[in-house]
């Protein structure tokens, strides 16, 4: 029998303790009408917190900027309305034992839905793609403005009583478009040859959140080499670009970075320590040495690609996950389709009842089980 142990010793940090070391990854649901969470909602996460995750991390929930979502049903992160259906959400959460910090979000020029009409989008340069023109690029008053959006969400946050905030900044959204040179071809502060330099909006941001929360609160950021306009795309080709990419966020107030692949197990540089290398989450807890949370196809016999193409995935071995986790490589390990179609993934995990582990179905996507 695979020894579970370390995923469910206790994580210490400066600013965030967590029972064991395993993380709910933060998964689109699109299933808050008007943008308001409410009791089935608050159930849904508050079922993972009886299941006996460590840290759940919420759904991607938008900023306050007029084209910050993408899909009709995504929720907001600010009004009155959606803060106070947060606010049952996170009392669900803390009832059952757990703890949980929003996802703040800004879509930028990604479209999920052709059908829902936005206002003119938030880029960069006005790509959404190398070559995909869908707006023009935002003014320095737009940018300001964005900035100061995240960090009054991550405000609203820690005055709900949330035990950390996620900012979003992967998967070719809206921070990822300021990171990648393909959508961020600007001259002025925000662009740059650089990936230090494509780096700017985000230091901002999370310094202007560090700014409104005070010095103990904790901030985690998401990051991903590949974007879902391009899969293979690189921000860092090497491990001295990857120190430019992530110093100048550490130190703006970043106290763990998210590293998000999709496959957890495969190397992010192979030509420097070979194919059992280190991940992603690796290198950023190596280059930065902050506490990082590894993810990617957890569990599970293949990535979340296949999901939207109503593809189910088996159950899977742990064992490759317990040989990086107890060799430090990274310090926490998000868990994403397996929580959607098993509330009980981690309390089973600890339990020793890994042949009762679900499969995942992709009908659970469009239910909150």
Request: net charge negative.
């Amino acid at each position: 029998m695979t020894d579970t142990s370390i995923l469910f010793q206790p994580f210490t940090s400066p600013k965030l303790a967590l029972k064991n070391r395993i993380v709910m990854a933060p998964m689109t649901r699109n299933m808050a009408p008007d943008g308001v969470p409410g009791p089935a909602n608050a159930a849904y996460y508050r079922r993972r917190a009886e299941g006996e995750v460590g840290l759940i991390l919420s759904e991607g929930t938008v900023v306050d900027r007029p084209a910050s979502r993408n899909l009709p049903h995504i929720p907001f992160f600010h009004g009155d309305a959606a803060l106070a259906g947060w606010k049952g959400v996170i009392d669900a959460v803390h009832e059952a034992g757990g703890k949980m910090g929003p996802q703040i979000w800004h879509t930028g020029g990604t479209t999920a839905d052709p059908s829902f009409a936005r206002p003119p989008l938030d880029t960069p340069s006005g790509l959404n793609k190398p070559d995909e023109k869908v707006g023009e690029p935002m003014s320095e008053e737009a940018i300001a403005d964005t900035v100061h959006a995240f960090a009054k969400s991550a405000k609203a946050a820690q005055a709900l009583g949330f035990d950390t905030v996620e900012i979003h900044g992967a998967h070719g959204y809206l921070i990822d478009q300021f990171f990648w040179a393909g959508t961020n071809q600007r001259s002025d502060r925000w662009g740059g040859a650089g990936i230090g330099e494509r780096s700017r909006f985000a230091a901002e941001i999370v310094a202007a959140i560090r700014g409104e929360v005070g010095a103990v609160y904790p901030i985690i950021l998401r990051l991903s080499q590949w974007k879902q306009q391009d899969y293979t795309a690189r921000l860092a080709r090497t491990p001295a670009e990857m120190e430019q990419w992530l110093a100048p966020l550490a130190a703006a107030g970043v106290d763990i970075f998210h590293c998000s692949q999709r496959r957890f197990w495969e190397p992010e540089f192979p030509e420097v320590d070979g194919e059992n290398g280190l991940n992603f989450a690796g290198w950023a807890k190596t280059i930065t040495g902050l506490p990082t949370i590894s993810v990617g196809s957890v569990g599970l016999s293949s990535d979340f690609f296949g999901a939207f193409a109503g593809e189910t995935s088996a159950a899977s071995g742990l064992d490759p996950l317990i040989a990086r986790m107890e060799r430090g490589e990274f310090d926490l390990i998000a868990v994403g389709r397996a929580l959607l179609s098993d509330a009980y993934w981690a309390r089973k995990v600890r339990e020793g009842r890994i042949g009762e582990l679900e499969d995942f179905n992709p009908a659970a996507m469009a239910e909150l089980a």
